[in-house]
């Protein structure tokens, strides 16, 4: 069984930072593709980055292009999300998922993962 567990959410003002990291237990194959998703309330849940086994396919859902960075450390199970210049249309709760194997076209897709995280809350303030 896959776990994810995300954690590095928070508070910050407009025009600041934060780093969050996505810890995997149980079974995972470093092939898996990763991704970073967010759900504001009263919105779909929607895409924010992706990265691929190897991380040579990285796509950005265009409103956070420029400001945020997807990696993953295979060595340490881990995923991460750095998040600059953050503005207050940020504010969600950010989820990490896997997927044993994905394409292009699904990385940003809610219903291309099967393993997901419980979610850590990011707020901005203006």
């Known amino acids: 069984q896959v776990q994810l567990a995300e954690s590095g959410g928070g508070s910050v003002q407009a025009g600041g930072s934060l780093r969050l990291s996505c810890a995997v237990s149980?079974?995972?194959?470093?092939?898996?593709?990763m991704g970073w998703f967010r759900q504001a309330p009263g919105k779909e849940r929607e895409g924010v980055a992706a990265i691929s086994a190897g991380g040579s396919i990285i796509p950005y859902a265009d409103s956070v292009k420029g400001r945020f960075t997807i990696s993953r450390d295979d060595s340490k199970r881990t995923l991460y999300l750095q998040m600059n210049t953050l503005k207050p249309e940020d504010t969600a709760m950010y989820y990490c998922?896997?997927?044993?194997?994905?394409?292009?076209?699904?990385?940003?897709?809610?219903?291309?993962?099967?393993?997901w995280g419980q979610g850590t809350q990011v707020t901005v303030s203006s």
């Open positions: 998922a896997a997927i044993r194997t994905c394409t292009v076209s699904t990385m940003l897709a809610t219903w291309g993962y099967t393993y």
């Open positions: 149980g079974y995972i194959e470093n092939r898996f593709c």
